[in-house]
């Protein structure tokens, strides 16, 4: 069955990095786009970052643009969102999903969601 | 970027009630709409896809149904184990905005 493990969350200092990776198994991670979500407590969903199945074609919201990437390693079936210049606002749980259909386009609902991490950005 | 607005922001309705929830997109996105379901303290569930398409494993209570603008979410019959927050989502093209969701609990 599709699992997807995200790991990496902490607490983090204003201003400071932070790497979260997901872990998938269960499906042909090549061959899926991913994305990062996350919910800042008590509030919403907010979509984060999109990456293409071959790691070719990258997007991200605004409000994480120039701060935050995504990546992917098929070698070790494993997404990844390196965070930098983090602030309270970034303060959320981050969710790893996949999209539901394998596709070379990212125009599909997203399926499998992971546990999330938590992150807290405070002094 | 498309802005998703729905409505109720929450509803509280007796069991066996049917529910509808609307979901409005700022331009067109045709049938690139998505439902989510998510209990407290869980993670979001895929409840349709395509506007209208029921995920698999999905009970059969829950329906879509629009285009374009407008959406709606159907409970055809509410149950206790439905108290959730249900999200709808764009995915049309990026960002795949959520809307701000809607709290639904037993009356």
């Known amino acids: 069955q599709v699992q997807l493990v995200e790991s990496g969350g902490g607490v983090v200092q204003p201003g400071r990095s932070l790497r979260l990776s997901c872990a998938a198994s269960g499906f042909t991670f090549s061959t899926y786009v991913m994305h990062w979500v996350r919910q800042a407590p008590g509030k919403g969903l907010e979509w984060v970052s999109v990456i293409s199945y071959d790691g070719s074609n990258k997007n991200y919201a605004d409000s994480v643009k120039g701060r935050f990437a995504i990546s992917r390693d098929s070698s070790k079936n494993t997404v990844y969102l390196q965070m930098s210049s983090l602030g309270a606002e970034d303060t959320a749980i981050y969710y790893c999903a996949k999209d539901n259909t394998p596709s070379q386009s990212w125009q599909q609902a997203f399926d499998s969601w992971g546990q999330g991490t938590l992150v807290t950005v405070s002094s | 970027d498309i802005q998703m607005t729905q409505s109720p922001s929450s509803l509280s309705a007796s069991v066996g009630d049917r529910v509808t929830i609307t979901c409005r997109a700022s331009?067109?996105?045709?049938?690139?709409l998505a439902w989510y379901q998510q209990k407290p303290g869980k993670v979001p569930k895929l409840l349709i896809h395509s506007a209208s398409t029921l995920q698999s494993g999905v009970p059969s209570r829950f329906s879509g149904s629009g285009s374009g603008t407008d959406f709606t979410l159907t409970i055809s019959s509410l149950q206790p184990e439905d108290v959730a927050t249900y999200y709808c989502q764009k995915y049309n093209s990026a960002p795949f905005t959520f809307g701000p969701g809607t709290k639904v609990d037993i009356k």
């Open positions: 331009q067109g996105i045709s049938n690139y």
